[in-house]
């Protein structure tokens, strides 16, 4: 399998990326904006979940991988903000979630219940950063067999459509879209949860992984579908290419 996780000049999707302080995730493809040339990924790769400032340098690889600032490819050029739910102000579900947990500590339990106040949901969790040069942009994404594959348009994501994506630690996986239009609550670190609604889903064990964060999610004849942000090992879960499109406005 092609090692993902090193330097690569000209650089095409599907291989490790970050911002300085964020371990690692996936470039998952090349984007244009106003005519330029910029690399698609998640807000919690290319901007640290919010906490970066635009023009903060992006490294590939990522930091996780060995990234240094000798390996900075761009900057951080724009990134949709994500709205975090907050812990609920409310005395009577305090209350509750405080006798339930509780109970769970009797019984030896670990899992505790938190009580949140519900906040503004999110369509996409997506950023672009702009290369420093030119000569680093390559406009195709890696596949396992070294092959390097050109996105060829776009389509809505439809129940029963069989997908890929090609990222940092799992390489290229397949699977068929099972749902779409999903609501998920998703842990975007430090006990922050996010509302996620609009989301496609295909569930299957080992198509995503850790890292994998940023995967350009295809059609098998290379149209995009959506963007990877999130998963388990039993399932995948991505926007919807149009709301990453339409947010960032892109060309």
């Not at 911002?19 to 493809?29: D, I, N, R």
């Amino acid at each position: 399998m092609i090692d993902r996780k090193t330097k690569q000049r000209p650089c095409p999707g599907g291989v490790s990326i970050g911002h300085y302080q964020v371990t690692a995730g996936t470039l998952g493809c090349w984007v244009k904006k106003n005519g330029q040339s910029m690399m698609l990924s998640n807000n919690h790769v290319l901007a640290n979940v919010n906490q970066a400032d635009i023009g903060d340098p992006i490294y590939q690889p990522g930091a996780y991988d060995g990234g240094t600032s000798a390996d900075e490819i761009g900057k951080l050029y724009r990134y949709v903000p994500i709205s975090m739910t907050k812990l609920s102000n409310c005395p009577i579900a305090g209350f509750i979630a405080a006798s339930l947990n509780f109970v769970s500590r009797i019984f030896g339990r670990k899992t505790r219940l938190i009580a949140y106040a519900p906040g503004e949901s999110n369509k996409v969790d997506c950023a672009i950063a702009e290369p420093n040069s030119g000569v680093d942009v390559l406009d195709r994404i890696l596949e396992d067999d070294g092959t390097l594959i050109r996105i060829d348009g776009e389509t809505e994501a439809k129940v029963g459509l069989l997908v890929k994506k090609s990222g940092r630690t799992t390489g290229t996986t397949r699977g068929i879209i099972s749902q779409t239009d999903v609501t998920v609550n998703v842990n975007m670190g430090d006990s922050k949860i996010a509302i996620f609604t609009d989301q496609v889903v295909v569930e299957k064990e080992g198509m995503s992984a850790g890292g994998d964060s940023g995967s350009a999610v295809l059609t098998e004849d290379n149209r995009l579908v959506g963007l990877l942000f999130a998963g388990s090992d039993k399932a995948m879960i991505a926007n919807r290419w149009s709301n990453v499109k339409e947010t960032l406005g892109l060309d």
